[in-house]
């Protein structure tokens, strides 16, 4: 027995009939983009462990989710780019955190 069709799916239906809805395709730079994704994610044969402080692990889960990346992948993709010289590094700009840190070394 078939399903009936409710009002939602016909007025897909119909629109994707008479033109109104249509496929999209990404552009060239967006392809590039996500094939470069691909594979820097693709082959990963190796495993590691490393120690992060908690407000960087909470810092980079929360990129994650602004990026819709699981942090995992958000973090061997960031590793990717540096060992691939494509990762751009900006002018230094020390915030309260790395400042607190380099007195405590400093008096250590």
């Known amino acids: 027995m078939m399903k009936k069709i409710d009002a939602f799916e016909k007025e897909i239906i119909w629109a994707y009939e008479s033109g109104v809805l249509r496929s999209t395709m ?10 470069e994704a ?6 990963k044969d190796r ?8 407000p ?14 699981p942090y995992q992948t958000l973090i061997a993709s960031v590793l990717h ?13 020390l915030t309260p ?3 607190r840190a380099a007195r405590r070394r400093a008096a250590g």
């Open 47 to 54: 495993r590691v462990n490393i120690r992060l402080s908690s």
């Open 26 to 35: 990404p552009s060239k730079s967006e392809l590039k983009a996500l094939r």
């Open 56 to 69: 960087d692990l909470r810092d980079l889960r929360a990129r994650a989710l602004e990026e819709g990346v």
């Open 38 to 43: 691909a594979r820097a994610t693709s082959i």
């Open 97 to 99: 955190r790395s400042t």
């Open 81 to 93: 780019r540096f060992v691939a010289r494509r990762l751009v590094e900006r002018s230094a700009r």
